[in-house]
């Protein structure tokens, strides 16, 4: 089992920034990919951005250039730097893990709301 516990959501104006965290209950080298994901009111939950164990990183289209995922091994954190934000980019973000051969793990989510 692998516990996610996400923070630094919050209000911000657009053109502002913001920093999640993601912390794991497990060591980061066992977890094949790590993401960001989010949800807005009334839609799908969509991929924001991707680690993967290698190092190498993907990201939806509409945060490229803006948001930047890393990670901190030591600290077992992920972490998502989001800047230029957008009021587009409000949503509900979560963190997610995924390990071979197991379901993906899922954090409780963390709002973020941009304003115009």
């Known amino acids: 089992q692998v516990q996610l516990v996400e923070s630094g959501g919050g209000l911000v104006q657009a053109g502002g920034s913001l920093r999640l965290s993601c912390v794991t209950s497990?060591?980061?080298?066992?977890?094949?990919?790590m993401g960001w994901y989010r949800q807005a009111p009334g839609k799908q939950r969509e991929l924001v951005a991707q680690?993967?164990?290698?190092?190498?990183?993907n990201y939806a289209d509409s945060v490229k250039g803006r948001f930047t995922i890393s990670r901190d091994s030591a600290k077992n954190t992920v972490y998502l730097q989001m800047n230029s934000l957008k009021p587009e980019d409000t949503a509900v973000y979560y963190c997610?893990?995924?390990?071979?051969?197991?379901?993906?793990?899922w954090g409780q989510g963390t709002q973020v709301t941009v304003s115009s």
């Open positions: 497990i060591s980061i080298a066992s977890i094949h990919v």
């Open positions: 997610n893990a995924l390990k071979a051969l197991a379901p993906p793990y």
């Open positions: 680690i993967i164990s290698s190092g190498s990183t």
